[in-house]
């Protein structure tokens, strides 16, 4: 993704999104104007924190392979109460199989350092609906001196509330220049 950036870009991440945009923001922050990660489940950052390991546990103790099983078993430790189809449809199948499939998040060594040193302005954005992604938040906003936001009402699909999450993105990115 670092290659795919082109000068005065804004890099916008959720979720998984979150934590690769850490990363390739890190490899290439002359390239852009800002980040904004919105509950990037980095957990390496906060894993002694008490809701960030129970949430780690649960995915310990094993999970179900298949799309649909996977997705029972996932929305809710995000907060979601989606109602999923019967049969999921392909895209939505297909991204499960994705999230089974990828390594941890929590396996992401997030480069502070190179963070701090590229003086990008940063956004971190929350839901304010879970403790684990809270800690994660609270975290990044410390260590990268990033302004914070916690945009309430959709869980952890956070830019699913429209005009909160649009308008404190917008806000910050016009801040952050053309």
Request: charged residues 25%.
């Amino acid at each position: 993704m670092a290659d795919l950036l082109e000068p005065g870009d804004h890099l916008v991440g959720h979720s998984y999104g979150g934590v690769i945009s850490l990363l390739a923001a890190a490899r290439r922050p002359e390239r852009l104007r800002s980040l904004t990660v919105v509950e990037p489940p980095a957990f390496g950052v906060a894993r002694e924190h008490p809701a960030v390991a129970q949430f780690l546990d649960a995915f310990r103790g094993g999970y179900p392979r298949d799309p649909s099983g996977y997705l029972r078993f996932f929305l809710p430790l995000v907060g979601s109460a989606a109602r999923l189809p019967d049969p999921l449809p392909e895209p939505l199948a297909g991204g499960a199989r994705a999230a089974i499939a990828e390594r941890s998040p929590d396996e992401a060594v997030i480069p502070f350092e190179e963070l701090r040193a590229a003086g990008l302005p940063i956004l971190v954005v929350s839901g304010g609906h879970h403790p684990a992604f809270d800690a994660v938040c609270d975290v990044l906003e410390r260590e990268l001196e990033a302004e914070r936001a916690v945009v309430a009402g959709a869980g952890h699909s956070i830019p699913r509330t429209g005009e909160p999450f649009n308008r404190v993105l917008v806000d910050f990115v016009e801040r952050a220049g053309p």
